[in-house]
């Protein structure tokens, strides 16, 4: 009799339900309703947990094996997922990262198990250093990119399927608006995938808006929205590695062209900076620069200018209701965020001063 492939691991093991809660700090600062949707919380760390989760989960089910090589190639926060899915499914993996990945985000794959190799200045040549010198000899293979596979949108879809629930006992009928940031498009692309899934009407005034979030230097889907074709960086010049795709995925600026409710913005590294330190404050949560750029919006105003609440009253924009998702990030410390601090001068920044 041949062997069966053993029983896959529920997918709450690999990713949770993440709390989104209001935030009275964050709400004050924006001048409406602001819930945070706590990414932060996964198992990696970061919202990748969802999609790369989901994707490696889904290949081990295709694949009707027991023993898979996972191959990741990562700026730092999807090779943490890989490699923590693969502890959880008890398989073997290897991550490529490019030599911008800090010593203690590599000090953390390898403690999970994985095998950890950085090559090249970027991710892009990282990952053609995986696919051509290590993942094409190995039959057991199982490629993970970090962002662009459609198992990974749908692992990250499952973020707007759980927050449209969880404002209800908020009394939230409504959601006006979800901001997140954008790297190569992952994340981007799930939120629009559960956005379409969850607010199904032909409509696009009726689905809440998105606000796609990068930061200068690192800002492939604003640089391609601009130009009207796909972009390549010529380099990642922000300090928020974590968003250093020099190309963004074609279904990410695909969902640009067609979905009217969809806006890309980009804000400075110091901005990125001010918004994680003064997030750090409010919300007594420490997360990296790539997820601070996407809180700087709820700080500096952007977050009310983009959404269209500049023509709303004061007392109109109070009543909206927009989610921010935490995306989290282990690429981060203390000492990092001093020493930035100090680069950028943030504490004597209009946006970080209490209002």
């Known amino acids: 009799m041949g062997s069966c492939a053993p029983e896959q691991p529920e997918p709450q093991n690999l990713w949770i ?3 989104c809660i209001p935030s009275a700090p964050l709400s004050r600062a ?9 990414e932060n919380l996964q198992p990696s760390g970061s919202f990748k947990s969802r999609g790369i ?34 502890a959880i499914l008890r398989q073997s ?13 590599i000090d953390k794959m390898r403690l999970l198990g994985a095998k950890v190799h950085q090559v090249g200045s970027n991710w892009a040549l990282a990952d053609a250093h995986m696919r051509s010198e290590l993942l094409a000899h190995d039959p057991a293979g199982v490629y993970v990119p970090p962002f662009d596979h459609p198992d990974i949108w749908e692992g ?9 629930n969880q404002v209800k006992p908020y ?4 959601i006006d608006g979800i901001i997140c940031n954008c790297g190569g498009g992952g994340l981007l692309n799930g939120i629009m995938t559960g956005v379409e899934k969850n607010f199904p009407s032909p409509h696009q005034k009726s689905k809440p808006k998105v606000l796609a979030v990068e930061t200068l230097g690192a800002d492939s889907l604003n640089a391609s929205v601009l130009a009207g074709h796909l972009v390549t960086l010529p380099a990642i010049t922000s300090i928020a590695t974590s968003l250093g795709a020099t190309r963004v995925s074609e279904e990410s600026f695909r969902w ?11 804000v400075s590294d110091a901005e990125a900076v001010a918004g994680t330190l003064r997030f750090a404050d409010d919300a007594r949560m420490l997360v990296e620069v790539a997820c601070g750029a996407t809180i700087a919006t709820v700080y500096n105003g952007d977050l009310r200018r983009v959404l269209g609440g500049e023509g709303l009253t004061d007392e109109e924009w109070r009543g909206k209701n927009v989610v921010v998702v935490v995306c989290g990030g282990s690429n981060v410390s203390l000492e990092a965020l001093r020493a930035w601090e100090e680069e950028f001068g943030v504490r004597e920044m209009d946006m970080y001063r209490k209002r």
């Open 156 to 164: 990250a879809s499952t973020i707007v399927d759980e927050l449209v």
């Open 256 to 266: 640009t062209q067609e979905a009217s409710y969809l806006s890309s913005l980009v």
């Open 171 to 174: 009394n939230v009928s409504q």
């Open 93 to 105: 993996c290897t991550i490529v990262v490019p030599l911008t990945t800090k010593a203690h985000m």
């Open 30 to 38: 924006a001048g409406c309703n602001i819930f945070l949707k706590l």
């Open 17 to 19: 339900e993440t709390p």
């Open 53 to 86: 989760g989901y994707m490696m989960q889904q290949a081990m089910l295709g694949k009707h094996t027991s023993n898979v090589h996972f191959y990741c190639s990562s700026g730092g926060n999807a090779g943490l997922a890989c490699a923590t899915a693969a």
